[in-house]
């Protein structure tokens, strides 16, 4: 991106105190948060998605103090963000974020599990969104596990999920970009999907779900 536009866009975000502390804090945590491009893709896509028979948003992260309030934002009254990480010292710290940015605990939930085993006793057809931060080991499993959980109108966040454009080298047969690409493979697969694909991080795929 041109770089005096991508200053320009950070620099118009007026992002408030607590999202610049949740930052922070997942830095000493050594964590990957999304940039303020993405963030704000984030909340715009959490608004678009409002749907009568959703009951919010899923964020599986370790970053959920960033990911969390950017979705947050976006979320109407009604809606509850859940938070799937098996660090509870992450969660314990996401807490804290939402409850000093004003966000009342009735807006969140956490569920301090491995995502593959707590996402599928979660309702189906019921959230508007699904944030994943995944290694690409697992970026199959989520996918399929994650796909049923969407309303009709809802989307798929796979962060990360193209590995800076690796996926196209054919030379690369590692484990990663194997799996990589068969998750890519899957997504392109789904029926009833909408999938796009932006150079935002290692590069995010969005999946849409276009019929219930």
Same mark, same amino acid.
């Given at each position: ?6 200053? %320009? ?17 997942? $830095? ?33 992260? +370790? ?9 947050? &934002? ?11 990480? +098996? ?15 004003? %966000? ?7 569920? +301090? ?10 309702? $189906? ?26 309303? $009709? ?19 690369? &047969? ?7 690409? $068969? ?25 849409? &779900?276009?019929?219930?």
């Amino acid at each position: 991106m041109n770089p005096a536009l991508s200053s %320009y866009i950070e620099s118009t975000a007026n992002e408030d105190e607590a999202l610049h502390n949740a930052r922070q804090d997942a $830095e000493e945590f050594g964590l990957t948060v999304p940039d303020i491009m993405t963030g704000q893709l984030l909340t715009a896509l959490t608004a678009m998605t409002r749907n009568s028979r959703s009951t919010g948003a899923v964020a599986v992260t +370790p970053a959920a103090s960033v990911v969390g309030l950017y979705i947050l &934002k976006g979320l109407d009254s009604t809606g509850i963000l859940t938070c799937i990480d +098996p660090e509870a010292e992450h969660q314990r710290q996401a807490r804290q974020t939402f409850r000093d940015a004003g %966000y009342s605990p009735s807006r969140y939930r956490f569920l +301090p599990s491995r995502p593959l085993e707590v996402m599928g006793r979660l309702a $189906e057809a019921s959230y508007q969104l699904i944030y994943v931060d995944a290694s690409p080991m697992d970026m199959c499993a989520m996918v399929t596990t994650a796909w049923p959980l969407l309303t $009709e109108g809802g989307v798929l966040i796979m962060a990360d999920a193209l590995l800076d454009g690796t996926l196209a080298d054919e030379s690369r &047969k590692d484990r990663l970009t194997v799996s990589a690409r $068969e998750a890519d493979a899957l997504i392109n697969s789904l029926e009833g999907a909408v999938v796009s694909r932006l150079p935002l991080g290692a590069g995010m795929t969005l999946v849409t &779900k276009t019929t219930p």
